[in-house]
């Protein structure tokens, strides 16, 4: 499930994951196209926080001991 913030009703809304349309990865961010149950598609970019997720993870795995 996810929750997205509908920019027509401006309500909170849960999504299950077969809503989601479409993801597009763009070099700056990811473009989700989620239909809402208000009837329309919105896009929703996740870049910036995906970024940095992703750049933690590859950091962690770099700091992290090689295992025996
Ligand atoms: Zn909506």
Redesign the pocket.
Known sequence: MLL?T????HTD?LVAERRVRSVTNHPTHVAMEVE?????L?VYRTGRRWEEARARVAARAAEAPVPA
């Open positions: 997205i509908c920019p027509v009703t809304e809402c149950p208000c009837g329309q919105h």
